[in-house]
């Protein structure tokens, strides 16, 4: 899985958001999905807004 478009990010971001309000469980389904989400958005940031 990879964030091609905005559109993409923004889906993700929305998706992740929850997550820091009550973070899930390291190693769970849900634990993965949030370290990926984590990944490719910090992948899309560094790609399309440099610092």
Not at 22 to 37: I, K
Request: charged letters at 35%; one cysteine or more.
């Amino acid at each position: 899985m990879t964030l091609e478009t905005e559109s993409d990010y923004e889906a993700a971001l929305k998706e992740v958001s929850p997550y820091f309000d009550d973070e899930p469980a390291l190693n769970s389904p849900e634990g993965d999905r949030f370290d990926m989400l984590c990944l490719l958005i910090e992948e899309y940031e560094k790609k399309h807004y440099p610092m």
